[in-house]
């Protein structure tokens, strides 16, 4: 499997998908279970374990609330560079 490129990707969704999203995530963090999702064409496991924050933001103009989910990817998945390279 390929190393997996940087990526920092937000994605405007419909209030309605935004709440299923949620929903779900929900559901999966209260019942200690793995959460799978897609964004944008990548599909996504987030680990029973993940951390979980809520994040505030402040500007002169705007205002920002991030509701984060946050794990370490697995080390055995992560590319291995072969010797003499």
Same mark, same amino acid.
């Given at each position: ?24 995530? #929900?559901? #999966? ?20 374990? #993940? ?31 072969? #010797?003499?390279?």
């Amino acid at each position: 499997m390929p190393g997996k490129r940087a990526r920092d990707i937000e994605k405007t969704c419909s209030t309605r998908e935004f709440v299923a999203k949620l929903r779900r995530l #929900a559901d #999966a963090l209260e019942e200690g279970r793995a959460f799978k999702i897609q964004v944008a064409g990548e599909r996504l496991t987030v680990p029973a374990g #993940a951390t979980i924050s809520i994040e505030h933001e402040r500007d002169d103009r705007t205002e920002e609330i991030e509701f984060q989910v946050r794990w370490r990817r697995d080390p055995a998945t992560r590319p291995r560079l072969r #010797a003499g390279r």
